[in-house]
């Protein structure tokens, strides 16, 4: 027997795990998962240490189950993020420093090497492994590589050159997330903050204004016809500039998003707001209106200056009520022009008057625009004068219009803000030409994704619709950029091939990623990867057979079985994989099923390591040691619900870890006694070990390690207390042990190889053969009677509690047969309320009047209270509960430290002696 020390544990797990968990092909049933890799530019915190324990969970499990298992692991390097942080090291940024020396613990030397990006990467990604390796991932390291690798460069000159021959890649002109500081276009992960913000297409609707056009932007341009006033900040200044040639009147910022949208802009000069103010504009569709003062105009939305439309938004309802309740402006009011079933003439003041908002403050005013909006929308149709079309067309008809007759330009806009880069630098839409495009918009494409995904296993299944509706609204996708790290476009070598684009099928890498390593990554042709990854033979590949162990071990673990990643990757790279493995792989080798994550929680606020707010995962194995934080982050929340790290509950975990580890070791002593007790432990445990399987196979981690631990410890602490007086239990315990041990492996494996060890246990736990339900072992009697007794005595327990007071003496009473015969009606009734019918239908009973009404109202009741289950098992048992009462007589004397009497409550005089009901006897204590 070894004493509990987690150190020594780890050191010694470590050591034997060394190669243990590579795997090669093998006559075993294969199970491969994996997991997004990380981009390593940063220290690992407890949230990344989740995402990557909860997939070993599952691993270390299916191994156990006699599965071939795979779970790999690489660094995705890609990218600019690093070029932004080496940039900022390099100019000595303090935020920067403060973050890679002080939280990340970098030492001095090693930043000092950070002005080179791939030093960054380089770093953190052996960081990264060295800690996994400590929490103790069962990862085959012999297929690690990195995106920058040659080899994976030509893997994914491979598949580039497949999705540019069936055209799913094209050049063109598209708005995208642009950072002006690093030159580039910027994806979901080079953001700090904004990456939610979707880029809006509005219509600028242009205003006359003595030689110039006031634009305004809009997303409704029909409602041009109900245009009161234009809405202009008088605190802001605005300039006068020369666009394409014609002077525009918009906010400072406005002019510098409009140079970024194919427009040549010049400045002229400064206009102050508040000069525009009861100036007046016009527009041939809607005539001459002045323009208001109002303080909720935005300078930095679009172009600064806004349309009024006071009928139908309610924003500007309130806004010109506001006026008017200072008594200006009265002779403005609002110029309906769109009928919608619901709503009065002015849908907006219905609107703002049902809800009784006081003023544009109100939280609820955004809730109210949308719902005026979307009914407008769906139902709303424009007056005869203005055409007579359904909102929902009018939309666009009249948009064209503007664009072919009126002036109307486009102008792209974030809809939040504020959209911030990794570099620091502010985001703007821009107009990318000669930018290669990913046409995730392809209808044909879309359909047959979303064909497969309806063959996937998605957990939890609630997801399906999310990746619907990502399927559905994906656009095409930006995915080369000009500075960063990575692999050039094949056809087009100026660009580089974006993050979100190069991780899509590298699934597919892993499985040959420790062999291809062997070849001169010159001699790596499409040619080759067509032949592992298609099977397609060519003239270009005379010696095809070199490739033939590459090919059959892609063949063996493809298509991967299980991808692990979190939901806010739904949106893009959950889903991204997806087309590219429908566009490049044939049907038998698409992806099986996913498991989606929840996010993770640091005392209760969102982990964020630009915020700071984060605690690092070697810290947390070094102070509480890895077993501790594997259980805690497996025990906190199922896989797919949010958790939340918090230090002192993580605490108490390690104190259930070495409860857990005396109880086996204690159990090492035990005699050979076999009681009926033995036998219930034994008979209790075949139901955990059922259910902790199930749970494991459906991913509920959570709910396998409250059966694997809690409910096994709980039954323990009953065994020991029935076992009061020897101090020893049976050998029932160490065959508990041996299972419990088992059980407990994937989550707490470095404890678990120790007691594997100390038990004699046959090579490693690790893959020990996972305990399975031994049908003989399994008794229903003797569990529903220490059920029974168990509830006894905590019945027992909460009366002493109660009346406070000493007892010389206990009498249980046990309820006579007719009772049994009304619980029996009572739980086998359809609709319990109604069973009084049933029972009184029975002569005998009926006779017994009002004791039988009452008794029946009380076994419903019970009914109720008692876990379905349970009552089955009573049905289905009959307990003698006289005899098992005699039979434990000793030990509730011992228990209570008073005589026990067991009587029939029918023979007993005794007042409470009637409350007695089956399964719940009447205890009277005097
Ligand atoms: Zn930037």
Redesign the pocket.
């Known amino acids: 027997m070894s004493a509990f020390d987690m150190r020594q544990m780890e050191e010694s797990a470590l050591s034997a795990w060394e190669h243990a968990f590579e795997s090669d092909p093998s006559d075993k049933e294969k199970f491969y998962l994996t997991v997004a890799y990380p981009y390593p530019s940063g220290a690992m915190h407890v949230g990344h240490g989740r995402t990557y324990i909860v997939p070993d969970v599952i691993a270390r499990f299916w191994r156990m189950r006699g599965r071939e298992v795979l779970y790999p692991m690489a660094f995705h390097v890609t990218g ?1 993020p690093v070029v ?1 942080i080496s940039k900022r090291i390099a100019k000595k940024d303090p935020k920067a420093i403060s973050l890679y020396r002080d939280l990340y613990k970098v030492p001095e030397d090693v930043l000092a090497q950070f002005v080179e990006p791939l030093a960054i990467v380089q770093h953190f990604s052996q960081e990264y492994q060295r800690v996994m390796r400590e929490c103790g991932l069962s990862i085959d390291w012999r297929r690690r590589f990195t995106t920058v690798d040659p080899t994976y460069s030509k893997f994914i000159e491979w598949q580039w050159k497949h999705l540019h021959e069936k055209d799913h890649v094209l050049k063109g002109a598209h708005p995208v997330r642009y ?4 030159e ?1 276009p ?1 994806g979901d992960h ?1 953001l700090l903050e904004g990456d939610k913000a979707e880029i809006i297409k509005f219509v600028l609707i242009m205003f006359r204004y003595g030689d110039a056009f006031i634009p305004t932007a809009t997303l409704r341009p029909e409602t041009i016809y109900g245009v009161t006033n234009l809405w202009v900040n008088p605190d802001v200044t605005y300039v006068k500039a020369m666009v394409d040639g014609t002077p525009w009147v918009v906010s400072i910022e406005a002019a510098e998003k409009l140079g970024l949208q194919d427009h040549s802009v010049e400045v002229v000069e400064k206009i102050p707001g508040s000069t525009l103010v009861n100036k007046c504009v016009s527009h041939p569709l809607c005539g001459e209106v002045p323009i208001l003062p109002a303080s909720f105009v935005d300078p930095d939305m679009a172009s600064g200056m806004v349309m009024s439309v006071p009928a139908h938004a309610p924003f500007d309802y309130i806004a010109l009520r506001d006026l008017h309740e200072k008594g200006e402006y009265t002779h403005i009011t609002p110029v309906p022009l769109i009928k919608v079933p619901g709503y009065g003439t002015v849908p907006a003041k219905d609107a703002v008057e049902r809800a009784g908002i006081r003023n544009q403050q109100d939280t609820r005013m955004d809730a109210l625009t949308q719902e005026v909006y979307s009914a407008e929308f769906s139902h709303g149709k424009l007056f005869e004068q203005y055409g007579g079309e359904p909102v929902r067309q009018a939309r666009d008809t009249v948009g064209e219009l503007m664009i072919e007759r009126y002036d109307s330009k486009v102008m792209y806009e974030f809809d939040s803000s504020p959209v911030i ?5 502010r ?1 703007y839409v821009k107009i990318l030409h000669d930018q290669w495009f990913l046409q995730y918009s392809d209808p044909e494409w879309k359909a047959q994704v979303a064909a497969h995904l309806g063959d996937m296993e998605l957990v939890p299944p609630e997801v399906r619709a999310e990746f619907e509706r990502t399927i559905d609204w994906l656009k095409d996708w930006a995915c080369t950029r000009k500075v960063g790290l990575g692999t050039r476009l094949p056809w087009d070598p100026a660009w580089l091939i974006e993050p979100l684009s190069d991780s899509t099928i590298y699934m597919a890498y892993y499985t040959i990623a420790h062999r291809i390593r062997e070849f001169d990554p010159q001699t790596l042709t499409p040619e080759v990867f067509d032949y592992i990854f298609l099977g397609k033979e060519s003239p270009g590949l005379p010696d095809r057979e070199r490739f033939d162990t590459l090919r059959s071990e892609f063949l063996f673990w493809y298509p991967y079985d299980f991808r692990f990643s979190a939901k806010d990757l739904i949106s893009n790279h959950l889903t991204f994989q997806l087309f590219h493995h429908v566009a490049i792989f044939p049907r038998e080798c698409l992806p099986r099923g996913m498991v989606v994550f929840g996010m993770g929680l640091l005392n209760g606020a969102k982990m964020s390591s630009s915020k700071g707010n984060v605690f690092l995962l070697e810290d947390a194995v070094q102070e509480f040691g890895a077993d501790t934080v594997r259980m805690f982050l497996i025990g906190s929340a199922e896989p797919w619900q949010d958790f939340d790290w918090r230090n002192e509950l993580v605490s108490s975990t390690r104190k259930q870890i070495e409860r857990f580890f005396t109880t086996v070791s204690e159990s090492m002593a035990q005699g050979n006694r076999e009681s009926e007790l033995d036998r219930w432990l034994l008979s209790r445990l075949q139901a955990h070990i059922g259910r902790t399987t199930e749970s494991l196979e459906r991913f509920q981690t959570r709910q396998a390690l409250q059966e694997a631990f809690f409910a096994i410890e709980y039954d323990l602490k009953w065994y020991r207390r029935r076992l009061r007086d020897t101090i020893s239990g049976g050998n029932a315990l160490r065959d508990l042990c041996s299972v419990w041990v088992r059980l407990l492996a994937p989550v707490i494996p470095f404890t678990c190889e120790q007691l594997w060890n100390d038990l004699g246990g046959e090579g490693l736990v690790s893959f020990a053969p996972w305990p399975t339900q031994d049908e003989n072992s399994i008794a229903p009697d003797l569990e529903l009677a220490e059920e029974l007794l168990l509830r006894t005595v905590e019945d027992i327990e909460s009366i002493k509690k109660i009346i406070q007071m000493e007892t010389a003496s206990i009498t249980i009473y046990v309820a006579p047969d007719w009772k049994r015969k009304i619980f029996r009606l009572v739980a086998g009734s359809e609709d319990r309320n109604l069973a009084i019918k049933e029972v009184m239908k029975d002569q005998e009973l009926k006779s017994r009047g009002k004791e039988t009404a009452d008794t029946t109202r009380a076994c419903v009741t019970l009914v109720h209270r008692l876990p379905p289950q349970l009552v089955e098992r009573i049905l289905a048992g009959a307990p003698d509960e006289i005899a098992i009462f005699k039979g434990a007589q000793k030990f509730l004397e011992d228990e209570f430290g008073v005589p026990v009497m067991i009587a029939l409550a029918e023979e007993s005089g005794h007042a409470k002696a009637a409350s007695a009901l089956p399964f719940k006897p009447a205890i009277v204590m005097e």
């Open positions: 600019a932004g950072c002006p500081q690093c580039n910027v080079d880069c990794r570099c620091g630098g985001v």
